[in-house]
């Protein structure tokens, strides 16, 4: 599914749909791609939706909001966080399921 990105929202390049509950948010293919061999700590959501930030547990500064958030989980786990400082994290993936969303989307084109 293409996503617009830049500031008018003119270019479109590959996405991904990632949903997860009632949560829907699109990110760019080419960063999840990145994200998940391990080249990005943090993927920002594009488009019209929610803004959500999917990262590495480990990735929050110790002084931040995402720290808040995440600071009961694994070092190793991956969140979706959404923006809101104030909500908890929209998904949490560890162990298998972490293994098994990294190889799909080390997969991904675009």
Known sequence: MPVAVGRQGRKTVPGVLLSAGAAQVRVRADELRRFAGGKLDIVESVGDGPLA?????????????????????????????????????????????????????QGLTG
Do not use: C, K, Y
């Open 53 to 105: 930030f999917l990262a590495r547990a480990s990735a929050a500064a110790p002084d931040s909001l995402a720290a808040e958030q995440t600071r009961d989980l694994p070092a190793d786990s991956v969140v979706l966080l959404p923006a809101s400082p104030t909500s908890p994290p929209i998904t949490v993936l560890t162990g298998d399921v972490l293994a098994g969303f990294s190889r799909w989307a």
